[in-house]
Nanobody, 116 residues
């Protein structure tokens, strides 16, 4: 079992930055693929970025060059640095831990609102 708790969301102006954190409890954090997803009102949840246990990353085209995913296995935490934010980045951001044998787990989400 893995419990995930996101933090760091908030209200920011266009062009601003935020850093989201996802703290995991439970064992074997380092072997999970960690991902950030987001869901805007009236839209389906979409993948934002992932990072493997080895540190390989993937980004959706819409955030490439603006967002950075990273992980600190010693702290059982994955981060998402959001830069150059746009109004269309407004959404609830969710953290996910996934492993082919151990299953997948979601956090409760953190709201990011980009507005002037």
């Amino acid at each position: 079992q893995v419990q995930l708790v996101e933090s760091g969301g908030g209200l920011v102006q266009p062009g601003g930055s935020l850093r989201l954190s996802c703290a995991a409890s439970g064992s074997m954090f380092s072997i999970y693929v960690m991902g950030w997803y987001r869901q805007a009102p009236g839209k389906e949840r979409e993948l934002v970025a992932t990072i493997t246990s080895g540190g390989s990353t993937y980004y959706a085209d819409s955030v490439k060059g603006r967002f950075t995913i990273s992980r600190d296995n010693a702290k059982n935490t994955v981060y998402l640095q959001l830069n150059s934010l746009k109004t269309e980045d407004t959404a609830v951001y969710y953290c996910k831990a996934a492993h082919v044998s151990l299953g997948s787990y979601w956090g409760q989400g953190t709201q990011v609102t980009v507005s002037s």
